[in-house]
Structure formats: C-alpha cells, structure tokens
C-alpha cells in the first residue's frame, strides 16, 4: 500500500468535511448563538489544518488508486471523520468529553441515530441542524459525494464507490462512476426537496421540516425534539415521513432506471417486492398486537406501519415508545433490526437481497438432500446468483452475528443488563439508533461506560461499511507496501 496515496485522499475528505462546516458556522451567525459560532468555527479551522498537514505529507496526486488505497482510504475516513465532525459539540459545551462528541458525530454520520444527549431541545439551533446534516452526508456516503466531485481518480473512484456503497447486489447506473454518484445524489438531493416541501404543507416550520426531512431520507432519525417524531405532534407529518422512510429503504439504482423509463425494473425487482411485504405483514401484526392501544383504527394503524417502517429501514424515529409495546412486538421489531432495508440504500442491517439469498441457498440444500445429482441454480428474479456471491453473502452473515455476539458479550460485562445490551448492539451495527431497555425509543446512550461507547463506535462504523472495510485495517497485508 502506498500511505502517502491514502494521505491525499483523506486530505480531499477532511476538506469537503470542513466546506460542511461552514453550513452551521453561517447559521449559528445568522441565529446570533455566539458560542457555537465559535465552536463551528475553530472546527472548521482544525478540519482544515488537519487535511493541510495531510495534503503536505502526500506529495503528488496519485495516478492509480488500488483496492488496498481504497480500503484503507475508506475505513480510516470515517474515524477520521468522525473525531473532527464531533468538536463542535465539545467545544460548544453541550457534550463533556471527546468521548461523547465522537460517539453522537459518529452516530450522525453513519446514519445510525444513537443519541448521548438527554435534551436535545435546550441545544443551539445550529448544532441541531449539523446534527441532521451529518446524517444527510452520511447518507449517501461522503465517499460517493467525493467520488462524484473529483473526477481525476478514474479506475480509483470506482474502488472507492464499490467499498462505500452498502449492499451486496447493486444494479449499475451509468458506465461512467463519477456519473454514477452524480446520478445517486441528485435523486437523493431532489427527494429530500420534495420531502421538505410536504413537511411544510402539513404544518412544520421551515427547521424542523429540514431537519427532520435529512434524517428521514438518510434514515438516520436525529429530531428537534426529545420525544423524536412524537414531538411534532403532527398526525399528517408522521404518515409523509413514513411515506419517504419506506422510499429511502429502497435501491436508487431503481429510481435511476424508472426515471428512464424502465418503470417494468420496479415491479420485478424481487428484494423490492419482499421489502414491502415485509414491512406490510409486519405492520398488520403490529397492529393487531396493540389494538385497544389507542382510542381509533387509524391511530393504531399510523402507529404500527411508522413503528415498523422505522425500524425496518433502520431510520430509529419513534411516533410511540415501542419499548411498552406487547411481546410479540417487541420481538417483531428486532427481528425487523437484523433485516434491514433492501441493497443500495441508505437503510442499514443485513439487507434484504442478502436474507433472500441465504434462505434460498438453505432450501437448496434441502431440496438437494434428497436429490443429490440433481443442479439446481439459484436465481433472484431472472438474475442467476453466482456460487461466489452466494458463499459471501453466507460468510458476511456468520461474521455480522459474530460481532453481534461478542458485542453483546462486551456490553453485557460492561454492566448493561440483557435486553440492553443486545439491542445496543443490534441498534449500532444495524445503523437503527434506538433498542429496547435503557436505550428505548425515548431514552438514550449517555450512561453508557466510555468503553461500551468505544465498542458502539465501531459497531456503527463497521454496519456503515458492511464489516471488510474496517475489519480489513486489522490485517498486516493492508499495510504492506
């Protein structure tokens, strides 16, 4: 590996971090908060120097970028990221420690919606806005917004979208990868417009439209107010944010090709059409779970699908305390965790093309157990799926329930009792934010030890990045010239 390649990348990085910081820092101006003007702005100024000491120590711009560049560039930069992108709350003085600043930023960018702050309604107005802007970066992926703005990586930018966009089968918008992340973001720039525009007609004000419509298509689920989307106390705002939620949890790639034309890709997209039944089926028995809950069908109703789209695309807002719900909710809504939304979106967990493949590939083997010569090919949609995909999606799956299990293991020997631990774990890795015990839909991670906080760091970080674009900085080979 070359480092001083991986020097002049990250450098490109920081500082399209700290051009994101002006965006608070020309708020907080605006709104007169003096100390967070401040903070915003020394933020910027380290962000800065920091991809200037990287920009010197690189030398010339690389010609070639290789996997292991890649990899490296990639995993490093959402630490690196995530460090500077939390000074701001330190230096505010709204979050005590580091610790706890690197947590919410981390949180923020990898879309997961884990929260250290008991208030969030006593924050500046501009640190709530960076908050959600943070989710609406990490969203789409700083990687792919750098990829799309730099076009001289070539064969380099396309390694880097393929270890940054999340998903095991994504569908190809364009040959051209710089065109490809164009493409992805003006679709992700044009719904979250459209989504403020209907926040608004239902009765928000300007702010809490925006801030709620970056976390809602990110599917990340940082609010303005303490009892997240509860607060708004907006009926006709919950259904238009379960509405975009649902749209977030699915491929772009899709919305890429209906807008060409291709509206049949829709309707045959087999992940699309086993998402929202999923969603569907387990909204109903949701709502059958809590009837009696609430004094209305429509009130039970609206309920059951926000809770369910919530959880299902990983987006983590709460219309309701899901952690009072009956049982067999409870266990609906963890199970829905794990699942997650379908390859190619913003949505966190195992995405839904990977279950697909591995319930397939389990029923083969069953089916071949009493027909042992028989070839059966397995197939998603018209799509033959290769021996090689099937076998990693299958190792991607034992390795996310080994960290959730040591994971668990940690938490648990951190103090935290069961149901905390596991879903902490669950919630972090699975990019969801809220779990169930002491992390439920109105609580919060703030009383959790700073070593459980560095372990959900990098749960969130490597559910972000599917597992091999951090686990992969562990191996000697990565660092060897």
Request: aromatic share 10%.
């Amino acid at each position: 590996m070359h480092p001083k390649t991986v020097a002049y990348l990250l450098s490109l990085i920081v500082g399209i971090l700290a051009a994101s910081l002006a965006v608070p820092l020309a708020a907080a101006i605006a709104f007169g908060e003096i100390r967070s003007a401040w903070a915003f702005g020394a933020a910027l100024l380290c962000s800065a120097l920091t991809g200037l000491v990287l920009r010197r120590q690189s030398g010339a711009a690389p010609a070639t970028v290789y996997r292991r560049e890649a990899v490296a560039v990639v995993g490093l930069s959402w630490f690196l990221i995530s460090l500077l992108g939390g000074l701001p709350y330190f230096l505010d003085g709204s979050l005590p420690t580091l610790f706890d600043s690197t947590f919410e930023a981390a949180s923020g960018f990898t879309t997961t919606g884990a929260s250290v702050y008991r208030e969030v309604e006593t924050l500046s107005r501009s640190i709530l806005l960076w908050r959600s802007l943070t989710h609406w970066l990490g969203g789409m992926g700083i990687i792919v917004l750098f990829v799309a703005i730099f076009s001289q990586l070539g064969v380099g930018g396309r390694r880097l979208f393929e270890v940054e966009v999340p998903g095991p089968i994504t569908e190809g918008l364009r040959p051209k990868i710089r065109e490809t992340s164009s493409a992805l973001w003006r679709i992700y720039v044009t719904l979250t417009l459209l989504l403020i525009g209907a926040l608004m007609l239902c009765g928000l004000d300007w702010f809490d439209a925006v801030n709620h419509a970056f976390a809602t298509l990110a599917t990340g689920g940082f609010s303005t107010r303490n009892l997240s989307v509860a607060g708004l106390k907006n009926p006709a705002a919950e259904w238009v944010i379960a509405l975009f939620m649902l749209i977030a949890g699915v491929n772009f790639a899709l919305y890429y090709a209906a807008l060409h034309g291709r509206l049949r890709t829709l309707w045959r997209d087999v992940e699309l059409r086993v998402y929202l039944a999923i969603v569907g089926v387990a909204a109903l028995l949701i709502a059958i779970d809590i009837w009696g809950r609430y004094d209305s069908v429509h009130d039970t109703l609206r309920a059951a699908v926000f809770q369910t789209v919530a959880i299902t695309t990983t987006t983590g807002f709460a219309s309701d305390n899901f952690d009072a719900y009956p049982v067999t909710s409870k266990v609906i809504l963890v199970t829905l965790m794990f699942i997650g939304g379908c390859a190619g979106s913003t949505a966190g967990g195992l995405k839904v093309s990977r279950i697909v493949v591995a319930l397939k590939a389990a029923w083969i083997e069953v089916v071949q157990g009493f027909h042992p010569q028989g070839v059966i090919r397995l197939r998603l949609g018209s799509a033959v799926i290769g021996d090689d995909i099937v076998r990693s999606i299958l190792a991607y799956l034992a390795l996310y329930f080994a960290i959730f299990v040591a994971g668990s293991v940690v938490m648990a020997a951190l103090g935290l009792d069961l149901v905390t631990a596991v879903t902490s774990v669950v919630a972090t890795l699975g990019s969801i934010g809220p779990g169930l015990g002491k992390i439920g839909a109105i609580e919060n991670y703030a009383f959790v030890p700073a070593a459980g906080k560095a372990v959900l760091i990098c749960c969130m970080i490597l559910g972000r990045l599917e597992l091999t674009a951090v686990l992969a900085l562990l191996s000697r080979a990565l660092w060897r010239r």
